[in-house]
């Protein structure tokens, strides 16, 4: 199972998630999202405050994840920016922002983050999140 404060799974093109305030605290052994963004393309997730304190080390925490579906489609040209990702109990497997595999031409810059093992694990191709000049 999946526990997500925003889930756009399947979503399509060009949502838009901005401004919102996400706080989650579980007890439970799960898969755990802030904003869980799959198969979407041309999005943008900015301004956005997600803190995540997980009492049970779950199978996987991240901030904001972007993937392509099963099917192979999205997780592409999304914009990322200026959001604020607290992963509070500073394990070495908390992800802030999750690039998952085959996705590209992400961009973004101004993205804080506190308490994330890894802040930002690209799997894609060409994605420039935090990078200068993305």
Do not use: K, P, W
């Not at 199972?1 to 989650?24: D, H, K, P, R, W």
């Not at 999202?33 to 991240?62: A, F, H, P």
């Amino acid at each position: 199972m999946t526990i997500c404060g925003i889930n756009l799974g399947g979503f399509g093109t060009g949502a838009i998630v901005e401004g919102n305030t996400i706080n989650l605290h579980t007890n439970v052994y799960d898969n755990i999202r802030g904003i869980n963004y799959v198969g979407g393309s041309n999005g943008i997730i900015q301004g956005n405050s997600i803190t995540i304190d997980d009492d049970e080390e779950g199978l996987s925490v991240r901030g904001i994840l972007v993937a392509q579906d099963l099917d192979g489609a999205g997780g592409d040209n999304n914009t990322i920016s200026g959001n604020n990702v607290d992963l509070t109990n500073s394990r070495a497997s908390d992800i802030g922002i999750y690039l998952g595999a085959n996705t590209t031409a992400n961009a973004g810059s101004g993205n804080q983050f506190q308490g994330a093992g890894v802040n930002i694990s690209d799997n894609g191709a060409g994605n420039a999140v935090n990078i200068s000049g993305g």
